[in-house]
Structures are given as C-alpha cells and as structure tokens.
C-alpha cells in the first residue's frame, strides 16, 4: 500500500463532505446593536446612543417606548440614529396597542425610509416618504369588507401620498387582517425580513406565543433605498390607544459561501416557526479528519510490516 495515493482521493471525499455540510446551512445572521434597542432604553445620561425619539414620545425604562398615551391628537416617533446599510435584513419588533376605551385609533407604523423623525399625517410621520411603510392600521374609514385591525405595507417613492380616506387602499403593497392583535393575550410582535430583489416578507405574533401567522409575502419586491433609516411611529385623532415599543431586534442576513439555498419562507396562510440559523466549524472537522486517516493508515503500515518481517523469520 503506497501512502502517496491516499491523499488525493481522502480529500476529494472529505472536501464534498464540508461542501455538503455547508450547502445545508440556510442564511446566517448577525446581529445589529445599531439598529436594535431594548430594555432599560437609556444610558446614564438619559440618551439613547443609537435611536432618537421626539413628538409625545415617553419612555419608561423599565417597561416600554410610549409613542403615544392614551389621548387624543397626539404622535410621537423614535428613529436609528444611523442608516440600515445592510443589503438582506430581519427587524422583529414587540409592540403593544392597549387602551381603556370601546373605540379607538389610529395605528402605529414601522418605517425603512430615507427621511428620518419627521412628524407628519401618516401614523405621526412624514407623507410622501422614500422608501417602505408598515402600518398596523386600528381605526376603518372607508374599507368595505376589509376586517380591521389592518396590517398593510406601502412603498413611497417620494411622490405618492397615503390617503386616510380609503386607509391607503390606492397605494397598498400587500397587507392582512390582524383581529385580535389590539389587547393581544400574548406578547405582540411582527417580524419583517428582506431579501433584496427577491423576497419582502412579513410575519405576526398575536394569536399564540411561539407562532407565526404569515401576513403577506412579496416576490421581487421594490428596492429600498440603500441609505434608509428604521422607525417606528403613532398617532390619535379624537379616538386614542397608548402604542407601545417593548424591543427591538434588527439582523444583517447573510448567504454561507457556496449556499444555493435561499430563505423563501412560508405560503400564505402557513405558520411560521422562529428560523435556526445553523452555525458551524466544518474546516476545523475536515482537518481532523485528515489527521485521523493518516494516524490509521500509519498503523496499519506499521502493523502490516511488522506482519511480513514476522512470517520471513518463520520461513528460515
């Protein structure tokens, strides 16, 4: 048996070995402390380092960002300080809409826009934005047959403006009924990830803990702007919620090298589980390997000589 045919053929096997380990890892993430916020909110000099917050805002650092109180005619909103450059990201926010009256209004919006802590008539931002808008939408002005609350997204170019009157029926991207998610018995969240030029997805916490509802999902959706910033917005009129911001968790999302897979996510209408991102070493295990089948073919060299030596003395 000859040692220097072995290599080649050992690495060929254990290199589609690592190839195949790696190629059934989905997307990877990495978390941004930048585009993220938790409890208590603030450092010690009553700033948050990388959100700014104005308007009726108010925080508590021990339970929530209040963007608005239960009153009438206020808004208030709480953006990054610095832009989301990632190309692929996730941002799971937990929110909370409460309040003690029968009726209520008017919504609460999670942004991806160029502009940034601009008050305005759109759920307390800025019309005519660049870029995408969430909008949990509590109160129906002019929406036969469509069950309110509302989850709809709409793309802004700058131009377009959402119409209150028909709750932005005109400019809609794609959107679903949340029944349930005001007042929710469970920790409301909703989890929006983007794959650029491929996929806009977004996905609802409200009915149960642990499960996701699949709210809409978008194929080749409009490019948001590479510089944008993330932020979340409220507003009342003469009806009134608090709009509460408990978290907020923002992901850059990554294909491995060599990954054909990609992250479609769940039909419509599907449950959606927490996605597991697979994190692994198969370098470190494809050397060991190797040093393993060397000691093996070492020792059976060793034994296989001591072998033939031992049955030539026998011969004599």
């Keep these: 048996m000859r040692l220097s045919s072995v290599p080649a053929a050992l690495l060929a096997a254990l290199a589609g070995t690592a190839q195949a380990e790696h190629?059934?890892?989905?997307?990877k993430s990495i978390?941004?402390?930048?585009?993220?916020?938790?409890?208590?909110?603030?450092?010690?000099?009553?700033?948050?380092?990388?959100?700014?917050?104005?308007?009726?805002?108010?925080?508590?650092?021990d339970s929530y960002i209040r963007l608005t109180s239960d009153l009438p005619s206020q808004s208030g909103w709480l953006f990054s300080r610095v832009p989301l450059t990632a190309t692929n990201w996730e941002v799971e926010v937990e929110f909370q809409i409460s309040g003690k009256n029968q009726l209520y209004g008017d919504g609460l919006a999670m942004w991806i826009t160029k502009q940034r802590g601009q008050q305005g008539s759109v759920f307390g931002a800025a019309d005519r934005f660049e870029g995408l808008g969430?909008?949990?939408?509590?109160?129906?002005?002019?929406?036969?047959?469509?069950?309110?609350p509302y989850v709809m997204a709409m793309y802004g170019d700058g131009h377009r403006s959402y119409n209150k009157n028909d709750d932005g029926k005109e400019t809609e991207l794609a959107g679903c009924s949340a029944r349930g998610i005001r007042h929710a018995s469970v920790p409301t969240k909703m989890r929006l990830t983007y794959i650029q030029d491929k996929q806009l997805k977004l996905d609802l916490q409200y009915k149960e803990e642990d499960e996701w509802t699949s709210c809409f999902e978008v194929d080749n959706p409009p490019q948001i702007p590479n510089i944008a910033y993330l932020g979340f917005?409220?507003?009342?009129?003469?009806?009134s919620d608090n709009h509460d911001i408990i978290s907020v968790s923002t992901k850059n999302l990554y294909?491995?090298?060599?990954?054909?897979?990609?992250?479609?996510?769940?039909?419509k209408g599907q449950k959606v589980k927490s996605h597991v991102v697979k994190e692994g070493g198969s370098w470190t295990w494809f050397f060991t390997k190797i040093i393993l089948f060397f000691f093996?073919?070492?020792?059976?060299?060793?034994?296989?000589t001591a072998y033939r030596t031992k049955s030539k003395s026998h011969r004599f």
Excluded at 296 to 304: D, F, K, R
């Design 296 to 304: 093996a073919v070492g020792g059976a060299y060793v034994g296989y």
């Design 255 to 267: 294909n491995s090298p060599g990954s054909t897979t990609n992250r479609a996510g769940a039909s």
């Design 31 to 61: 978390s941004l402390r930048t585009h993220s916020i938790q409890q208590p909110y603030l450092d010690s000099d009553m700033q948050s380092r990388w959100f700014d917050f104005g308007g009726d805002t108010i925080v508590r650092t």
């Design 134 to 148: 969430i909008f949990v939408d509590t109160y129906k002005n002019n929406r036969p047959g469509v069950v309110f």
């Design 233 to 239: 917005s409220a507003e009342t009129g003469e009806l």
């Design 23 to 27: 190629d059934a890892s989905d997307l």
